[in-house]
């Protein structure tokens, strides 16, 4: 195998590219980049001589056809919903798939067919979903190597911005995808908790944070993922009475957040008609029922949200331009929509931030009669706003697992994600190359 | 034309078989009714000599248009994302089509080749949508007539169950789609209010009610409908700087809706995994955060609303059964799935019970220099769980434009919902005859 195809060149392939590219020198590879945009395509490669930008428009079957045809190995970084195209593909012509993107039910449906052909199809190959898995699986199997019964696992993973770029009010830039950002949570949250299942509903879940001690770091506000129990049989984990993974903020991030979900802004399923020509101050006020009829938008919205009018709160939703006369200028738009296109602009990562990722897994478990608690904890940021921690935390494990493939060096056929140490033990060890080192910390409880 | 065909047998259509093959009788017509389950289809039919019940799995294409060939006229009350395989059948065989829907956009897109081919394809033709409509426009367009500027328009519409057969605390019976019972409002409600767009999220949709008096009947609440801007256009009112479309309830139902919203209980969009080996108790302790720990569940529950244990909110939580230690049995189910099923149970319509549709419509206008109010309300009900009011005044309109279309009296070809004279002035002056009658009270403001 020498042909290597990767289908997206944006922000989150940059780390990839610039990974496998430095492979195939040594290799002698060839490696294609495709984008709808093959000018930010042939940027990437930079002129490297084992690799060219092309322009492929995703939809174009035979287009697409031909690329992956000529490859070995299709890395796909396209919004999740795009995959299953080329997933069908690579059936089709025979071809390993890796993504970074949620194993959807219809991915899992080609199982069969891709084991049956031998056909290396791995999902969820990323950070998270990815590093997590990997660096779980591996603390799980350790421990119960050693005998340990684990009793409680809590992972917790943000995407936030270095402290020495962090010079907003709400202490968030954006650095993946702004749409998720605003949608974050919708639905209802569910874990376990002393062995009971427990509940959290979107109206609630931001007002239901935790505060998560990060060594070095000091307190984050985690609040829970949608379905923390998805991963328990996966990760080996069958009948285990704690288990909850989340996502960190910094502190006075969901108190604010929680505000404009009360208010209403993060609806996206429902247009506001007429926004175009409408200010927020209109939109808000809008929000307001009879019952907070006397003051300005700014003291009625606080007095709706029980905050102060000079309140973190309210001056986190003024330093947004919530309150201003400005107009929309977006036709007919959903709440959500309008609030991503004013986050956008006001959490935009300037050329010279550094983004942060933090990521700990938390285990408590029993050896013997001992009760003993471990704390893993992954801190890493980036160098600038193109080479992000994210991207690179994505890209690499797509990058290090695409070599593995690419060298004959995994046999697991099949749609997957990385739970097996044949694919998280090398991945995880290469990655530790790149400064992506867990710091552990354990103690008796 | 002599032939008609009625697709679905179900409650909602009892009322408009019934008047359809009593018409037929006089007017030499066949009928035809189809329906999955033929017993039922025949059943309604009752051995009728200008009828007979067939058996039609709609989702058969040449089935469905060998009986959709051999008819003039279809009146479809399938569920409403089955209408369009119905409305493509028709554009090809030539067919009017009536349906109470709403009407999609697909449906919309249809307009064109309809009216080229001279097909009268009506929507909306039951009684929300459907008499409010026709109800409406007739009062808007005689308040018109005399040179009135109408300022406010409010209309209300509830089914209910009547006061003799209300025996629950809740005061509410399921006399129409379950589902629908519990998803009701999700979205963001809108509206207009002294010329500003006001907006109501779900999670306060059931807090934010207004108090309505129903002539005759008392007080009701009344929460805000998802898009009361829609027929502002189709009813002629552009530029009006008051209107609203309101659900009504009996006194106390949103406050105790509210606790089910508030918990977490009306999500239909995730599943609760387990849930078959899951009592009710253990469902709504997994609602429970850590701030509501002491007590048992019903008490904590309560602090969680902010109500009292011995509340009408949490007597009413109480008597559902959603403390009880039964199982819920349902396999991986949503809360809102979960709800549903007690809800049938809980909230089911006894055979003698009677059900009561009210329809209250509220113009403001200005005549000269005089403010004036009127007020247009309908009280109707049922006789008994089979012959509900709801099923009357969703199939009579149907029925009865059925005839107008099948006499050759309506020309207006296109997809199109009952707001023409032409079209409503008929209908409603037939609907008298069954006791369709709004009283209307008038008065200066």
């Known amino acids: ?5 990767i289908i997206g060149a944006g922000r989150s392939a940059t780390a990839c590219i610039k990974y496998v590219l430095e492979k195939a020198a040594e290799r002698n590879w060839f490696v294609t980049v495709a984008d709808a945009d093959p000018k930010l395509a042939e940027a990437k490669v930079a002129g490297h001589p084992n690799g060219r930008g092309t322009w492929l428009d995703v939809m174009k079957v035979n287009d697409r056809r031909e690329l992956i045809g000529r490859t070995d190995v299709v890395v796909s970084l396209l919004p999740a919903h795009l995959h299953l195209e080329v997933a069908h593909d690579c059936i089709k012509l025979k071809k390993h798939l ?3 993107s ?3 039910q219809e991915m899992h449906r080609l199982a069969d067919v891709a084991r049956s ?8 190959m990323g950070l998270d979903p990815g590093i997590d898995h990997m660096s779980a699986m591996q603390q799980i199997n350790a421990i119960k190597a050693k005998g340990g019964k684990i009793t409680a696992f809590r992972s917790y993973t943000g995407g936030l911005v270095a402290p020495e770029s962090d010079d907003n009010p709400w202490h968030y830039k954006i650095t993946w995808n702004p749409r998720n950002v605003v949608l974050a949570g919708q639905g209802t949250a569910q874990y376990l908790e002393n062995g009971k299942h427990k509940y959290i509903p979107y109206n609630r879940l931001f007002k239901e944070y935790r505060l998560i001690d990060i060594p070095g770091m000091g307190k984050f506000e985690a609040y829970a993922n949608r379905d923390s129990l998805l991963y328990r049989e996966a990760y080996g984990l069958a009948g285990i009475p704690n288990i909850l993974r989340g996502t960190l903020r910094y502190r006075g991030f969901c108190d604010a ?3 404009l979900v009360k208010i209403g802004l993060t609806d996206g399923a429902y ?5 175009e020509d409408m200010t927020y101050h209109e939109m808000l006020e809008g929000y307001l029922g009879p019952s907070f009829a006397n003051g300005s938008v700014k003291e009625r919205i606080a007095t709706f949200v029980k905050q102060g009018v000079d309140s973190e709160v309210i001056q986190k939703l003024d330093w947004l331009g919530l309150f201003s006369k400005k107009k929309i200028r977006l036709k007919d738009a959903t709440p959500a929509l309008i609030l991503e296109q ?5 959490w935009k990562l300037n050329p010279q931030d550094k983004d942060m990722i933090i990521m700990q897994h938390e285990f408590e478990y029993e050896l013997g009669r001992e009760k003993r608690q471990q704390i893993s904890t992954l801190v890493m940021k980036g160098e600038d706003s193109e080479n992000t921690a994210m991207s690179k935390l994505v890209g690499l494990p797509l990058g290090i ?5 690419m060298g004959g060096h995994i046999v697991k056929a099949g749609v997957n994600i990385p739970v097996m140490p044949e694919v998280y033990e090398p991945v995880l060890n290469e990655l530790k190359e790149y400064g992506v080192i867990f710091k552990d910390e354990e103690k008796a409880l």
């Open 401 to 405: 697992f695409a070599k593995q493939v």
């Open 342 to 346: 004013l986050l956008l602009d006001k």
């Open 271 to 275: 247009p506001i008609m007429g926004s």
């Open 98 to 100: 890796i993504t970074a």
């Open 257 to 259: 957040w929680n505000a």
């Open 102 to 104: 949620y194993v959807s």
């Open 1 to 5: 195998m020498n042909n290597i195809l």
């Open 117 to 124: 052909q031998e056909l290396i199809f791995m999902g969820e």
